[in-house]
C-alpha cells in the first residue's frame, strides 16, 4: 500500500509541479484508496440516460412554469450558461440499477480522482474542467473577456478540509490562460452603479466558482453576491437558476411522487429513466405527526434540505429520540433507506460506496466510486476514499 501511495504523490508532483505545495501534507491514505471497482456497462448506461433526462425535464419552459407561485426572483434571469464541476451521486441495488442520492452542485474529488485514473493506467481527463469554463464565458458573455478573472470562493477557507482543491484549481486556471484569486464570499463587493462584481483590490469578477454552500444566496451576507446575480454582473457556477432545478433536495421529493410526472409526459422526455433512478423522499409535512415518522424512522434516512457533504444526515434505524426531535424541529427531509452496495478488497475487508459522476451539463465527464466504512461517506479510514471504477 504505501508503494502505492508513494507512486501516486510522485504522480502528482511531476503532473502539478507548482502546485505541489498545496497537496504536502493531505491524508491521502483517506482520501484515495489504491482499489478498482468493476461493474456491469449497464450501470454506467443507466445513470447516463438517468443524468440525461433529468437535465433535459430540467431545461424545458414547462418544468420552470410550474414554480409559478411564489416563483423566485433568480428564476427569472436570463442566464445561458449552466454550471461546471456538477455530480450526481448513486446507490446501485443487487439489480444494479443506480438510484439518486442527490445531485452535487459543487462536487469535490475530481483533481484527486483524475490523476488517479492517470496512474492505474487511464487517460487524464482534466482537460474537460477548461472546456467547460471556456463554454460557461462564451454562453454569459457571447464575447468572452480577455484575460477573465475568476474567482473561488468559499467561508473560513482555511478551515475547510478540501481546501488545498481551490489553490491547484487557482495554478490551473492561471496555466489555461485565466486569472484567478481564492476569496471568502464575504470580500466580494457589488459596485452597483458600474453594475460589477469586485475583488477587495478593485479587480472586476467575471466568473465566480462557489464552493460556499448558500447556493441561492438567501443568508443576509450573501445579498452582494444576489445582487450581482440578479443584475448579472458575473458568472456563477453554480449558479443559484441551475441548483434550485436540478440540486435543491426538494427536487428529490418531487421527483420521487408517482404522479409528478403527469404534467410533462407531452414531452420527448424519457420519464421510465427518471422514476427508475429515484429513491422515495418525503418532506415531514407527508407524515401525519411525528410520532408516525418516529415508528416508520427505521426504514428512512433523515437529511436536512440545506446541508451538504453528508452533515447532519441520520440512518433512522440508529437515531437517538433527543436526536430524532433536533431533526423534526429543523427543515428536513426522509429518504427510503437504499443500503450502500459492498466492495470486498482482496484482503477480506468489506467497504460501502457510493457513485458519484462528475458532469458539465448532461455529459459524464469522470465517474469515480467513494469507499467508507460507518454511516456515511467520511474519508475517515485508511485505504477509503475516491478509488477507480470500471465499467465491463
Known amino acids: 500500500m504505501k508503494s502505492f501511495y508513494s507512486q501516486y504523490k510522485d504522480l502528482a508532483k511531476k503532473t502539478y509541479p507548482e502546485e505541489w505545495s498545496s497537496l504536502q501534507g493531505i491524508p491521502f491514505e483517506k482520501l484515495l484508496s489504491p482499489y478498482n471497482i468493476k461493474l456491469p456497462k449497464i450501470v454506467y448506461d443507466r445513470a447516463q440516460s438517468s443524468i440525461q433526462n433529468i437535465f433535459k425535464l430540467a431545461h424545458t419552459k414547462t418544468y420552470n412554469e410550474q414554480f409559478a407561485e411564489d416563483r423566485p426572483s433568480f428564476l427569472d434571469v436570463d442566464t445561458d450558461n449552466y454550471s461546471v464541476l456538477m455530480a450526481y451521486d448513486y446507490h446501485i441495488t443487487s439489480d444494479y440499477q443506480p438510484k439518486l442520492i442527490e445531485v452535487n452542485t459543487n462536487a469535490s474529488g475530481y483533481i484527486l480522482s483524475d490523476l488517479l485514473y492517470e496512474l492505474k493506467g487511464g487517460a487524464p481527463c482534466i482537460d474537460k474542467i477548461k472546456e467547460s469554463i471556456i463554454s460557461e464565458l462564451k454562453l454569459f458573455y457571447k464575447v468572452p473577456p480577455i484575460s477573465p478573472l475568476i474567482v ?26 485565466f486569472r484567478c484569486e481564492v476569496l471568502d464570499y464575504k470580500d466580494l463587493k457589488y459596485d452597483e452603479s458600474g453594475n460589477q462584481l469586485m475583488t477587495p483590490s478593485g479587480q472586476q469578477v467575471h466568473l465566480v466558482y462557489n464552493r460556499y454552500c448558500d447556493f441561492l444566496f438567501l443568508d443576509a451576507s450573501s445579498q452582494q453576491l444576489n445582487q450581482a446575480y440578479l443584475n448579472k454582473a458575473a458568472a456563477f457556477s453554480p449558479q443559484p437558476k441551475e441548483y434550485f432545478l436540478l440540486a435543491d ?18 414531452l420527448d422526455i424519457n420519464i421510465n429513466a427518471i422514476q427508475s433512478s429515484m429513491i422515495p423522499t418525503y418532506h415531514q409535512n407527508s407524515f401525519k405527526d411525528s410520532e408516525e415518522l418516529w415508528a416508520k424512522r427505521k426504514k428512512l434516512f433523515f437529511k436536512p434540505k440545506r446541508s451538504h457533504g453528508g452533515k447532519g444526515t441520520y440512518r433512522g434505524k440508529s437515531i437517538s429520540k433527543k436526536v430524532f426531535q433536533q431533526v423534526i424541529e429543523n427543515d428536513f427531509l426522509a429518504q427510503e433507506f437504499v443500503p450502500a452496495p459492498v466492495f470486498m478488497d482482496p484482503d477480506g475487508q468489506d467497504w460501502k460506496y457510493d457513485l458519484r459522476f462528475y458532469t458539465y451539463k448532461d455529459e459524464i465527464q469522470l465517474a469515480v466510486a467513494r469507499l467508507y ?3 456515511v461517506t467520511n474519508f475517515s479510514t485508511d485505504f477509503g476514499g475516491f478509488t477507480t471504477v470500471e465499467f465491463i
Open 152 to 177: 473561488i470562493i468559499d467561508e473560513e477557507i482555511e478551515q475547510q478540509k478540501m481546501n488545498f482543491e481551490f489553490y491547484v484549481y487557482k495554478d490551473l486556471f492561471e496555466k489555461w490562460g
Open 249 to 266: 433536495k426538494n427536487r428529490l421529493i418531487d421527483f420521487s411522487q408517482s404522479d409528478y410526472f403527469n404534467a410533462f409526459s407531452h
Open 373 to 375: 466504512q460507518g454511516q
